[in-house]
């Protein structure tokens, strides 16, 4: 392969660090920072937008850095340019979540050649609140979405069985339950829910399900009406009888949960490519008890990070994303 210009490599470099900045996030926090090197981009977790109470070890905010990585990644294939992924060697509390690297790697074949073509959807994937359509989600795209996890070390298992579906259900309930019921979850979801619809972060009332007591939900959509100004219908109706699917790793710690987040990513942009869409859910994974017991009782051996809901819906209006200059530093 020819060497890469340095005009070529800037420009895919900085275009790799916007579509970062469209990963879908918990609350929309967007908890990353981006850092352009002349041969590299660096996706860094921004602790200052964790979730206190409610992500306490850092779980959904290192998934959704991992979204924006595998963005990152999708943009570089896309320009056709070989990329070099390297993430963290411990599993701490991290910093650098994960850095694509150019020059290491110029007379080597592109290593994700087979995502470049998701990148068409990076602007079209969203997460979907309203009531899905009956349409049933095909096998074949169920296997394809399974594979894709599978390609991004991660495990994505439906839900089949009835008697599994009516458990996640009861679990799901019970952990949404007990988190409306802390005061201080409560304050930290008004923190992240706005009805001013410039804000550049947090979940805008025009983007979720007016809460009136009539969702009709089996599976609990999370109540981000907490202004009353919720825009979308009431009834959402997300029902057991969905496609249900599981995302999870064989282990539970920092870097398990970035990749799962590319893992997330690289299926919610399949599903889009595909002219679905999809609901995530995890307060059964954020409640302990609850998820300890969906482990069990499921039988999973898998640790179970996000429950997605997959169908057909009509569009939402996209929740808006911070500037590019607000997350991204030019190291010298």
């Known amino acids: 392969m020819s060497a890469i210009t340095e005009a070529r490599r800037s420009t895919a470099l900085r275009r790799a660090a916007v579509r970062a900045t469209l990963a879908p996030s918990v609350h929309n926090t967007q908890p990353w920072r981006l850092v352009l090197f002349p041969n590299a981009l660096e996706v860094r977790a921004d602790w200052m937008r964790q979730l206190r109470v409610l992500d306490g070890r850092g779980r959904q905010l290192l998934i959704s850095c991992g979204c924006a990585l595998f963005n990152g990644r999708v943009a570089l294939a896309a320009a056709g340019l070989p990329v070099a992924l390297t993430l963290p060697r411990v599993a701490a509390p991290l910093d650098v979540v994960g850095r694509l690297d150019l020059a290491a790697v110029t007379n080597a074949p592109n290593l994700d050649p087979a995502i470049g073509h998701l990148d068409a959807v990076v602007e079209v994937r969203q997460t979907n609140r309203r009531q899905f359509l009956d349409d049933d989600v095909p096998a074949d795209l169920i296997e394809l979405l399974t594979a894709a996890a599978g390609a991004e070390g991660a495990s994505l298992t439906p839900v089949v069985r009835e008697a599994d579906r009516a458990t996640l259900a009861r679990l799901s309930q019970s952990a949404d339950k007990a988190e409306n019921a ?90 889009a490519l595909h002219g679905y869409t999809a609901s995530l859910f995890t307060q059964v994974i954020e409640v302990p008890a609850t998820r300890g017991r969906l482990r069990q009782e499921l039988r999973l051996s898998m640790h179970p990070h996000v429950v997605l809901r997959v169908g057909r819906a009509p569009a939402t209006p996209a929740t808006r994303r911070r500037r590019l200059v607000d997350v991204l530093e030019e190291a010298r």
């Open 182 to 271: 802390d005061p201080a979850y409560r304050a930290e979801l008004r923190m992240w829910t706005t009805t001013d619809a410039q804000r550049l972060d947090g979940v805008p009332a025009y983007a979720v399900p007016h809460v009136d007591g009539f969702a009709g939900d089996d599976i609990p959509i999370r109540d981000f009406d907490t202004h009353g100004e919720g825009s979308l219908p009431s009834y959402t109706r997300s029902s057991v009888d969905q496609c249900l699917l599981l995302l999870g790793t064989s282990e539970d710690e920092p870097l398990s949960w970035i990749r799962a987040g590319q893992a997330l990513e690289r299926v919610l942009l399949e599903i």
